[in-house]
């Protein structure tokens, strides 16, 4: 008898999620474990826009989300961050020396923190 499941057909762990992190037009599509930190995810953002850690905000449906919490901690499981259709994090990054201004006047904190807002509603 031949069992044809989509994640053992490719390899794909029960475990992975696949992510579309977006920032204004920048666009990054990756895979990781449940078990991922939302700081390790900083650091694979890191690798690729070099930005460090500290600098970046990632956020699921406008909820800003915790550096010490796993992936799976934060909702993103594999049936919520298929490969078909990877879940949205929206980033922001520190802006130096100027205060980030959200276009709908929200999120104030983080503007005045000096963080640029970015909401997945926003981007073009």
Request: glycine residues 6%.
């Given at each position: 008898?031949h069992h044809?499941?989509?994640?053992?057909?490719f390899?794909?762990?029960?475990?992975?999620?696949?992510?579309?992190?977006?920032?204004?037009?920048?666009?990054?599509?990756?895979?990781?474990?449940?078990?991922?930190?939302?700081?390790?995810?900083?650091?694979?953002?890191?690798?690729?826009?070099?930005?460090?850690?500290e600098?970046?905000?990632?956020?699921?449906?406008?909820?800003?989300?915790?550096?010490?919490?796993?992936?799976?901690?934060?909702?993103f499981?594999?049936?919520?961050?298929?490969?078909?259709?990877?879940?949205?994090?929206?980033?922001?990054f520190?802006?130096?020396?100027?205060?980030?201004?959200?276009?709908?006047?929200?999120?104030?904190a983080?503007?005045?923190?000096?963080?640029?807002?970015?909401q997945?509603?926003?981007?073009?």
């Amino acid at each position: 008898m031949h069992h044809c499941q989509n994640y053992n057909q490719f390899n794909i762990s029960q475990t992975d999620v696949f992510l579309m992190i977006r920032r204004h037009k920048t666009t990054i599509f990756t895979d990781a474990k449940e078990s991922t930190t939302v700081y390790e995810l900083k650091r694979i953002v890191e690798g690729i826009l070099k930005r460090p850690p500290e600098d970046q905000r990632l956020y699921k449906d406008e909820q800003l989300l915790e550096d010490s919490k796993t992936l799976g901690d934060s909702g993103f499981t594999n049936q919520t961050a298929r490969p078909q259709a990877p879940a949205t994090v929206g980033l922001a990054f520190r802006v130096s020396g100027r205060t980030g201004a959200s276009k709908a006047g929200r999120h104030e904190a983080e503007s005045e923190a000096g963080y640029e807002v970015c909401q997945s509603q926003w981007w073009a």
